[in-house]
């Protein structure tokens, strides 16, 4: 049985509470399947640290990280600390410096849950989402002039390599070709005429060598509301940074609530580390209240363990989740009573009655 060691960043808010509480989940999994178990160094990099040590994490915060075999963090941001200090203090740092260009966001309807929209079950919402997660509207290039004064300029840069983009568009591509071989690229080229243009060319050319997979273009807005009037048509849709992060915010929408969103940022070729957040945010106004949805942090783990060699296990965690669901376990978010420990609690039960002892 192969031991992982886990880099673990509970980070703010809620974060303090659902990470314990996924990890209980990840440890009882590994013991359980007898396929695995987790080993974990917690780092207390947070909007605390920044306000002590006035950076989200050292210096070496990355030469720390390199070493493990993937990072499992919570959430990032918390007041008084400017969210775009926190961000690039800690994640944004974390997803470049290990080349994490793939962020990989499922958008499912679970068993047990009903969706906003009208006349879907479980089943009929499933697909993932593929956000490029290194460069394009999030690149850090731009400036202000004459700061404070009526002639103001602020200069904000997107950044779209080749390189960058037929990477990300490829892995897509591959991820489509296994599944239900249908792939949608999100774009906004008659608005936006360098960058939206250019990824339109390299997703058409890339498409040529997969003949097999269906392939559509969409405008971002429209592509917005056909998440909304027939999500249920998407397998694999792709998207730039931005675009990929909007999307995935209103995919957790649909699918009842965005405690239970989860994500993965990857490294595909190995060569560092991936780490491994949910969607949500640090929820300052119910931290330490008990009140926050596990759910986000289990279905990452379970992203995680599905990334370390692990699938049927994964999928084994998923369904746990679902069944004690189905069972009325939620918390406040998805219109229930539950804590944060009683659904994991609940998770873990399931768990357990899909591994009986032998």
Known sequence: MKTFNIAVIPGDGVGQETVPAAWRVLELAGQLSNAFAVRSHVFDWSCAYYQ????????????LLKPFDAIFLGAVGFPPVPDHVSL?????????????????????????I????????????DFVV????????????????????????VVQNSVFTRFG???????????????RQSLTSATKSNGINFSMPFWD????????????????????????????????TFDVVV???????????????????????????????????????????SAPDIAGKGLANPIGQIWTAKLMVDHLGFPDV??????????????GHKTPDLGGTDSTQSVTEAVMTELRHLYPPL
């Open 52 to 63: 002590r040590h006035g950076h989200m994490m050292p210096d070496n915060g990355l030469d």
């Open 88 to 112: 690039w203090g800690l994640l944004l740092p974390i997803r470049r410096g290990f080349d994490q260009y793939i962020n990989l966001r499922p958008i499912k309807l679970l068993r047990g």
């Open 114 to 125: 009903t969706s906003p929209l009208c006349g879907y079950h479980p089943g009929d919402i």
């Open 130 to 153: 593929i956000r490029e997660n290194t460069e394009g509207e999030y690149s850090n290039s731009g400036g202000r002039l004459r700061v404070g004064t009526p002639q103001e300029v």
């Open 165 to 179: 983009t037929e990477r990300v568009i490829r892995y897509a591509f591959n991820l489509a070709r296994a599944s």
């Open 201 to 232: 060319e390299v997703f058409q050319e890339v498409g040529e060598e997969y003949p097999d997979v269906k392939q559509v273009l969409y405008h971002i807005d429209a592509l917005a509301a056909y998440f909304v009037t027939r999500p249920q």
């Open 239 to 281: 998207g730039s940074n931005l675009f990929g992060d909007i999307l995935t915010d209103l995919g957790a929408a649909i699918q009842g609530s965005i405690g239970i969103a989860a994500s993965a940022n990857i490294n595909p070729e190995g060569q560092y580390p991936s780490m491994f957040e949910p969607v949500h945010g």
């Open 314 to 327: 994964g999928a084994t965690i998923l369904e746990a989740i679902e069944r004690a669901l189905e069972k």
